[in-house]
């Protein structure tokens, strides 16, 4: 099930590149994408929206957060309509997502320490 939240191919190949400094993407993702949720959680405007979700949609893609990305992509997509109505449930889900790509990042970050 966790394939489904994070592509392992994504993340061995991360390892195989970053070596040493895996762990501190690792942390980099989590702590960047908190804060890019902050900005999602309480922006009005249109165009913060829709930069804040490319951004997300981004890391999320390079880090194997295929199902994280696919809905920042939606919401980037929702947020150049004229009406965001409906953007808060959007966002309820992107934060549901990133929620167990978080524990999962969390447990792959421990079993590398190991």
Sequence with gaps: MA??????????ALQEVMEEEYPVLLETFLFDSEERLRVLRRADDAGELVATAHSFKGSSSNMGATRLARLCHELEQRAKQPSLLGIEK???EIDGEFAIVRRLCEQERQRFHC
Excluded: F
């Design 3 to 12: 394939e489904i939240h994070l592509d392992h191919n994504v993340l061995s």
């Design 90 to 92: 959007l966002v309820g």
